[in-house]
């Protein structure tokens, strides 16, 4: 019987404890923390308040729809910026771990 992690195949990209890591999968790898760093500061931007002035932007049913734009895009800025750091140390976790196998 297969383990869960064996009965995944791998992926034409996937790195394996043989194959180093390329440039693209270094790029992959930090562009997938930067992902998560946004998320993460969306939602806890979210959870501050931002995006939900007194007024809004006049009510109306778009109104949640381009807040939550709003609050993901000033978020993937502040990501991309440095951030909070999220970003650099899961990328720094994922290169160990592929590095180590």
């Known amino acids: 019987m297969l383990d869960a992690p064996s009965a995944v195949p791998l992926g034409a990209g996937a790195t394996t404890?043989?194959?180093?890591?390329?440039?693209?999968d270094d790029a992959a790898?930090?562009?997938?923390?930067?992902?998560?760093?946004?998320?993460?500061?969306?939602?806890?931007?979210?959870?501050?308040?931002?995006?939900?002035?007194?007024?809004?932007?006049?009510?109306?049913v778009g109104e949640q729809a381009f807040?939550?734009?709003?609050?993901?895009?000033?978020?993937?800025l502040l990501a991309e910026s440095g951030g909070i750091g999220l970003a650099e140390r899961i990328y720094r976790s994922l290169i160990g771990k592929t590095e180590a196998g």
């Open 17 to 24: 404890p043989d194959r180093p890591i390329r440039g693209s």
């Open 67 to 76: 807040t939550s734009l709003l609050v993901r895009e000033q978020a993937r």
């Open 29 to 60: 790898l930090r562009k997938a923390a930067v992902e998560f760093e946004t998320m993460f500061l969306a939602e806890a931007l979210s959870a501050a308040g931002l995006g939900r002035p007194p007024e809004g932007f006049g009510g109306g």
